[in-house]
């Protein structure tokens, strides 16, 4: 069975630092691995996905993340943090020989970022 | 329009009532996924459709839960005798097409959801 875990439910740091949000995943066969993020009152907003290739993935508003599949990771990472990036971010999942395409999604960490 | 779109943004019902959930997706996106998120929790995953064919129903919780898409656009969710425990956010997505050529290489769109409440 396929599930993702998100290790931590709140993640604080300060603006200007380096932020760090965990994500392991399980999954039978290839991987394919997404990054969301939700704002308060407004939908999940996708950030960046890993389907094959470079292991490190850039996305949106200067996020990246890793793909290492020893450790069955896809950390999402950022250099400087801004406090704008406080949210609620969501790692994803899908077994690329799953025919219903559906995303399996960890419970979520939310990101505090302080002025 | 510009994004996919849900209605109603909010409903509150009684236990045991009739519920309808909207869903109006990006034009042309030709598969569309309702997701149930639940207070603290990741969204869980329902139904897929794709085209006007439901082609992965294993989410749904048992039978009061059902979702039409007769046209391959819009999509509507039906709750039949809600519970109480049915109250959290449904979310609706959207996208070009799950799958070209073997690998998934589009994103789901996400809309903001309705909240259902159940008292």
């Known amino acids: 069975a396929q599930s993702v875990a998100q290790p931590e439910d709140q993640v604080n740091v300060a603006e200007g630092n380096p932020l760090t949000v965990k994500c392991t995943y399980s999954v039978s066969g290839n991987p394919y691995l997404f990054w969301y993020v939700q704002y308060p009152n407004r939908g999940l907003q996708f950030l960046l996905k890993y389907i094959t290739g470079d292991n490190l993935v850039k996305g949106s508003y200067g996020f990246e993340a890793e793909f290492n599949k020893s450790q069955t990771s896809f950390h999402l990472k950022k250099p400087s943090a801004l406090v704008s990036d406080s949210a609620l971010y969501f790692c994803?999942?899908?077994?690329?020989?799953?025919?219903?395409?559906?995303?399996?999604f960890g419970s979520g960490t939310r990101l505090l970022v302080r002025p | 329009g510009a994004g996919v779109s849900q209605t109603p943004s909010n409903k509150v019902t009684e236990k045991g009532k009739y519920v309808e959930l909207r869903c109006d997706p990006i034009?042309?996106?030709?598969?569309l996924y309702w997701y149930r998120q639940s207070l603290g929790q990741g969204p869980e995953f329902l139904i897929y459709?794709?085209?006007?064919?439901?082609?992965?129903d294993s989410g749904l919780p048992n039978d009061r839960f059902f979702a039409v898409r007769p046209e391959g656009s819009v999509s509507t969710l039906k709750i039949q005798r809600t519970e109480r425990g049915d109250s959290a956010v449904y979310l609706c997505?959207?996208?070009?097409?799950?799958?070209?050529?073997?690998?998934?290489?589009?994103?789901?769109?996400f809309g903001q959801g309705t909240r259902l409440t159940v008292v």
């Open positions: 997505a959207s996208s070009l097409t799950a799958s070209t050529g073997g690998t998934l290489n589009t994103e789901a769109f």
């Open positions: 459709f794709q085209g006007t064919g439901a082609a992965d």
């Open positions: 994803a999942v899908r077994d690329y020989r799953d025919s219903s395409y559906k995303l399996i």
């Open positions: 034009s042309g996106h030709t598969a």
